[in-house]
């Protein structure tokens, strides 16, 4: 039984990232399983799934950018803002028939209409899509037909790089990096409303999720394959397992001796004067291009020096006034 970690698990078409869920709970054999960011069922590509006490650390997980690869459909309007939602409008055959006329759209246009979206953004959320608003998911006013204000929020646009223009087709292809909590729906959406013909996402791959990339990713009928039997099969799966401390990137590191250690993991602040500073947090200086906890400026993973690897105890907040390092979330016995 996979006892904690997390899985990095290549999403096939057509499963809810629940469902998915369901599957590494039964293959780790533990209850407490959770998924560090939704992908809707026709998309692809790298979930990583928390399994144990790793769930713990999705809120640290804020400050994770993620890239996909996004296919869309030029022409095509409808109300989920892809194309397996109810249609409510298609000129493609207008716009094919346009090609050869002053109206034809172009190459140029359709960069041209991707131009904006960089840097931090307004975007409004689908009304097809699962954020709640006053505890209620956006899908369920949409489904019952009742009204609901949806409010535009800010999101931040790494890089948005066109990779492919077919025109003839009028489709396109583009990579996008992100901010947690950007709807790459959206962007098509509203790059449709800038050509004024409408658009709507034909395809979408997750490439990379934080410190996850599709090319580690676990295909999920591997779960299902036949194992080894005893020791072998064991370290096949713990092989296929990160510890949970390797998605934190951002903050910083200290060790500790064996006392101090001890004393930390017992719930006990330790001074930053009894730690050895290995890292400091990636933004203490800085501010990220996009809303986050004030405290991971100051967030440090905090490690026991043992003979092997520093053994991984858990994350705390360095509180500058006592100049001491304050247990967030114990991860060493859990």
């Given at each position: 039984?996979?006892?904690e970690?997390?899985?990095?698990?290549?999403?096939?078409?057509?499963?809810?990232?629940?469902?998915?869920?369901?599957?590494?709970?039964?293959?780790?054999?533990?209850?407490?399983?959770?998924?560090?960011?939704?992908?809707?069922?026709?998309?692809?590509?790298?979930?990583?799934?928390?399994?144990?006490?790793?769930?713990?650390?999705?809120?640290?997980?804020?400050?994770?950018l993620?890239?996909?690869?996004?296919?869309?459909?030029?022409?095509?309007?409808?109300?989920?803002?892809?194309?397996?939602?109810?249609?409510?409008?298609?000129?493609?055959?207008?716009?094919?028939?346009?090609?050869?006329?002053?109206?034809?759209?172009?190459?140029?246009?359709?960069?041209?209409?991707?131009?904006?979206?960089?840097?931090?953004?307004?975007?409004?959320?689908?009304?097809?899509?699962?954020?709640?608003?006053?505890?209620?998911?956006?899908?369920?006013?949409?489904?019952?037909?009742?009204?609901?204000?949806?409010?535009?929020?800010k999101?931040?646009?790494?890089?948005?790089?066109?990779?492919?223009?077919?025109?003839?087709?009028?489709?396109?292809?583009?990579?996008?990096?992100?901010?947690?909590g950007?709807?790459?729906r959206?962007?098509?959406?509203?790059?449709?409303?800038?050509?004024?013909?409408?658009?709507?996402?034909?395809?979408?791959?997750?490439?990379?999720?934080?410190?996850?990339?599709?090319?580690?990713?676990?295909p999920?009928?591997?779960?299902?394959?036949?194992?080894?039997?005893?020791?072998?099969?064991?370290?096949?799966?713990?092989?296929l397992?990160?510890?949970?401390?390797?998605?934190?990137?951002?903050?910083?590191?200290?060790?500790?001796?064996?006392?101090?250690?001890?004393?930390?993991?017992?719930?006990?602040?330790?001074?930053?004067?009894?730690?050895?500073?290995?890292?400091?947090?990636?933004?203490?200086?800085?501010?990220?291009?996009?809303?986050?906890?004030?405290?991971?400026?100051?967030?440090?993973?905090?490690?026991e020096?043992?003979?092997?690897?520093?053994?991984?105890?858990?994350?705390?907040?360095?509180?500058?006034?006592?100049?001491?390092?304050?247990?967030?979330?114990?991860?060493?016995?859990?």
């Amino acid at each position: 039984m996979i006892k904690e970690g997390i899985i990095n698990i290549n999403k096939p078409p057509g499963l809810t990232s629940h469902d998915c869920v369901q599957a590494v709970r039964k293959w780790a054999g533990v209850r407490r399983v959770g998924h560090t960011g939704t992908l809707d069922p026709m998309a692809t590509g790298v979930l990583p799934i928390c399994i144990g006490s790793a769930a713990r650390i999705m809120e640290y997980l804020e400050l994770d950018l993620k890239t996909y690869r996004c296919g869309m459909a030029i022409g095509l309007s409808t109300e989920t803002q892809d194309v397996w939602g109810a249609v409510c409008a298609d000129r493609r055959a207008e716009l094919k028939r346009a090609q050869n006329g002053a109206a034809r759209l172009t190459e140029e246009r359709i960069r041209e209409a991707f131009a904006g979206f960089a840097g931090i953004i307004e975007q409004t959320p689908p009304k097809y899509s699962a954020l709640k608003v006053d505890g209620k998911r956006l899908y369920e006013y949409a489904r019952a037909g009742e009204p609901v204000q949806i409010k535009a929020r800010k999101v931040f646009i790494e890089s948005l790089v066109i990779r492919h223009v077919d025109l003839a087709e009028l489709t396109v292809t583009f990579d996008v990096t992100c901010s947690k909590g950007t709807y790459i729906r959206a962007i098509c959406h509203e790059a449709g409303e800038i050509l004024g013909c409408g658009a709507a996402m034909n395809g979408l791959i997750r490439l990379s999720s934080g410190v996850f990339s599709i090319e580690q990713a676990v295909p999920l009928a591997a779960l299902a394959a036949p194992d080894a039997d005893g020791q072998r099969r064991e370290e096949q799966r713990t092989a296929l397992i990160a510890a949970p401390d390797v998605p934190l990137v951002h903050f910083g590191k200290a060790i500790l001796e064996q006392a101090q250690a001890g004393r930390f993991t017992n719930g006990g602040a330790v001074s930053r004067h009894d730690a050895q500073i290995e890292r400091e947090p990636a933004y203490q200086h800085k501010d990220p291009p996009f809303p986050f906890r004030e405290a991971y400026k100051r967030t440090y993973n905090v490690y026991e020096r043992t003979d092997d690897a520093p053994r991984f105890l858990g994350v705390a907040f360095y509180d500058p006034a006592t100049e001491r390092l304050l247990p967030d979330k114990i991860f060493a016995g859990q």
